[in-house]
Every structure is written in C-alpha cells, then in structure tokens.
C-alpha cells in the first residue's frame, strides 16, 4: 500500500511538472512570435534575420529563406554582389537591344541587321565568330576580377558588395543621404532591368521580333 501510494504521488508530481513549464513555454514562444519584427514586403511573415535594411533596396523580401544560406562559399555577401552584378549587366543590356533597334547595328557589325537582337547575334555569329570570342575572353577577365574582389572583400569587411571604386562624377563624396538614394535608384532599376532583359529575350526567341516591334504589334492588333 505504501509503495502504491508513492508511486501515485511519484506520477502526480511528474504530470504537474510536464504541464506548467509546457505552458509557460508556449506563452512565451508565441509573445516572441507576435512581437518579432514584420518584413516590410511580406508583411505576413517575420523579418529575415540578416535582412535589417542596411543594404540599399532592403525591404527584407526572402520568401526562400536565401539570405540565411552559409555553405560552400555562398553567403549573404555573395548574394548581393551578383545581384547588384546582374542588375548592372541587365541594364546594359536592356539599353543596348532597345538602342540597336531603333538606331540600327554598331559599327563594324553592319551585317547583324535584323530587328530582334537574338537573331542579330547569330547573324554576327555567322559572320564574325571572333567578335563573340574576343567578348567571352573579356567576361572572362572581368569575373576574374570580380572573384577576387569579392573574396577579398569577403574576408576584410573592408568593402561593400558591388563597390569598384568607380566613382568618376563623384557621387560617394557628396551628401550621405544623397548617395544612399542613389543606391537604391539604382538596385531597383536593376532589378527592373532583369525582368525586362528576361522577357526581351523570351520574346525575341519566341516571336523573332524586336521588342518594340513586338510592342507595336500588340498594341496594333488590341487596338479598337
């Protein structure tokens, strides 16, 4: 009877024990869950850590949960520099197609006369294989660049993702708040510029047109 009666007390104490701290636990997950900070484009889902709106264009959208990647030499650092990589190539190349249509080829590549810029390539391609060549080699040095740029950067903490130095009207040397603006001018225009450099492609290979050709085309066929 006696060892009957310290087991049940025994099992009491064990269930008193398991429910009030499980309690007090839960409370004080879900206070942390209501009073962690909203991402400002995802407003029903929590701030990515490492996402805290230093970086210019920060509005702490990562719905994959990239930014907390830390593996096999990729990080947040190496994310942002190809993004700001990528919107800087794509600007580039939404201004050169649009360029090349309305003005016609460049000099030297009189031979790539068609409106859609993904048949112009092969157009120079047939024509002049070691243009394309000569342009391989020279991304090929500017990644080597980058690479070591970027790994050294990396390492020191002694500069910003992106950051060349290049600087020729001396913007960075002006008003802090006024450099910050452009900065974030200039990811968001990247940002639109890989979209639209996306779909120019998609439409060239799809409609061999040119995109504005396309564009007034469209406009032409929905018109009333």
Not at 6 to 28: D, I, K, V, W
Not at 162 to 184: I, T
Request: charged share 15%; aromatic share 8%; with cysteine.
């Amino acid at each position: 009877m006696v060892k009957f009666s310290a087991l049940c007390a025994t099992l009491l104490a064990g269930s008193a024990a398991a429910f009030a701290p499980a309690s007090f636990t839960s409370g004080r997950v879900s206070n942390i869950q209501l009073n962690a900070e909203k991402s400002a484009s995802l407003p029903f889902m929590n701030r990515p850590p490492l996402l805290d709106g230093s970086m210019a264009g920060d509005v702490g959208f990562d719905p994959l949960g990239l930014s907390n990647i830390d593996d096999v030499g990729i990080d947040l650092y190496w994310l942002r520099e190809a993004e700001v990589k990528h919107a800087r190539v794509a600007m580039l190349a939404v201004a050169g197609i649009v360029q090349v249509e309305v003005f016609g080829p460049a000099p030297g590549c009189e031979m790539a006369t068609d409106k859609c810029q993904m048949d112009a390539f092969w157009q120079l391609w047939n024509a002049h294989p070691q243009y394309i060549a000569f342009g391989l080699i020279m991304i090929t040095i500017i990644e080597t660049i980058s690479g070591i740029a970027t790994t050294t950067g990396r390492e020191t903490g002694d500069r910003a993702p992106g950051d060349f130095g290049l600087d020729p009207l001396g913007y960075g040397k002006g008003d802090p708040e006024a450099f910050k603006r452009l900065q974030a001018q200039e990811i968001a225009n990247g940002r639109l510029a890989m979209w639209a450099a996306a779909g120019l492609i998609a439409q060239g290979c799809t409609t061999h047109q040119g995109g504005l050709e396309n564009l007034m085309q469209s406009l032409s066929d929905n018109s009333f």
